[in-house]
């Protein structure tokens, strides 16, 4: 079965400096999307991805967020200066639709520590 | 900001009987709606979706019903099965991109 793969499954880092997580969404789907679920609290939406450019985001995706999709397979969310705050599991999800009949296809997560 | 809430935090159900796991929404806007199951140290695995022109949907072992009057959405599971024991999400959205998670409930079937 398809999945959707992120690296790593656990980041550590200092506060202050910049991390890339890493996502592989499944190869035929066209919109991608980043969440979060800070531990003990819901998942929470990030920002959404399609046709090369962001076409929804959150207020927790402030400047210091960033995505891109270097290239045909990958989809990174980029922190520039980590705050103990965004210590968090980021989940990358990905769908064929816009309006997704089957739901969006989760990946397991990133476990990001900021210290 | 609680668009959808899930105000059980936990549920406990012998096997084979029916797990019933409800999910309240203040937007009635939200016209998609989803439920997903979490385990430990995974991502949300999809279950089963309904839009807001039905009020029920079924898939196998899972049906969810949408009260769109009450704001109310349910899922059900008959029956219940020690496997089936996980953290259930359900989410919300208007437009297909931004879904809004509730808090999850834990369900625990007991064999």
């Known amino acids: 079965e398809p999945e959707v793969t992120q690296t790593p499954s656990h980041q550590v880092t200092q506060m202050g400096q910049e991390v890339i997580l890493r996502c592989v969404p499944i190869?035929?789907?066209?919109?991608f999307y980043w969440y979060r679920q800070i531990l003990g609290q819901k998942v929470e939406f990030l920002v959404s991805?399609?046709?090369?450019?962001?076409?929804?985001k959150s207020e927790i995706f402030d400047d210091q967020f960033s995505v891109e999709r270097p290239d045909g397979s990958n989809f990174t969310l980029k922190i520039r200066s980590t705050k103990l705050e965004d210590s968090a599991m980021y989940f990358c999800?990905?769908?064929?639709?816009?309006?997704?009949?089957?739901?969006?296809?989760f990946g397991s997560g990133t476990r990001l520590t900021v210290v | 900001d609680q668009q959808v809430k899930q105000n059980s935090p936990s549920l406990s159900v012998q096997e084979g009987r029916i797990s019933i796991l409800n999910c309240d929404y203040t937007?009635?806007?939200?016209?998609?709606f989803l439920w997903y199951k979490k385990y430990p140290a995974e991502g949300p695995t999809f279950l089963i979706s309904?839009?807001?022109?039905?009020d029920k949907n079924e898939d196998g072992r899972f049906t969810v019903f949408l009260n769109k009057s009450a704001k109310h959405l349910s899922l059900h599971i008959v029956p219940s099965q020690p496997g089936d024991s996980a953290v259930y999400f359900c989410?919300?959205?208007?437009?297909?991109?931004?879904?809004?998670f509730g808090t999850g409930t834990s369900l625990t079937v007991i064999p």
């Open positions: 309904i839009s807001s022109i039905k």
């Open positions: 937007n009635s806007m939200f016209d998609y």
């Open positions: 190869s035929n789907h066209l919109y």
């Open positions: 999800a990905s769908s064929a639709d816009r309006i997704p009949n089957y739901g969006y296809t």
């Open positions: 991805f399609y046709n090369n450019e962001i076409s929804e």
């Open positions: 989410a919300a959205s208007n437009t297909g991109n931004q879904f809004y």
